[in-house]
């Protein structure tokens, strides 16, 4: 089992940058892929980015150019940076970490609020 915590959201200005970590309980040595994903109000749950184990990410079209996912396996921890935020990336930010068995978990999600 691994717990997952998400720091970082809040409120923020269009055009402005914000930090979401994603901080693991136990080692990341059997976690084969992290994603955070998020889900706006009346909305389904999206992926917004992915980051393998050999350090691989890919992101969705809507974020790509703006966000940057990272991770440091040593610290258990998984960041995302994200810059020129913009209304549409208002929601409930989630960490998310899958194993090689296909055993996934969450964080409870972190609001990030992108509004002047």
């Known amino acids: 089992q691994v717990t997952l915590e998400e720091t970082g959201g809040g409120l923020v200005q269009p055009g402005g940058s914000r930090g979401l970590s994603c901080i693991a309980s136990r080692s990341l040595s059997m976690i084969t892929v992290m994603a955070w994903y998020r889900q706006a109000p009346g909305k389904q749950r999206e992926l917004v980015a992915r980051?393998?184990?050999?350090?691989?990410?890919d992101y969705s079209d809507s974020v790509r150019g703006r966000f940057t996912i990272s991770q440091n396996r040593a610290e258990k921890s998984m960041h995302l940076q994200m810059n020129n935020l913009k209304p549409e990336d208002t929601a409930v930010y989630y960490c998310?970490?899958?194993?090689?068995?296909?055993?996934?978990?969450w964080g409870q999600g972190t609001q990030v609020t992108v509004s002047s």
């Open positions: 998310n970490a899958r194993r090689l068995t296909g055993d996934e978990y």
């Open positions: 980051i393998q184990s050999d350090g691989s990410t």
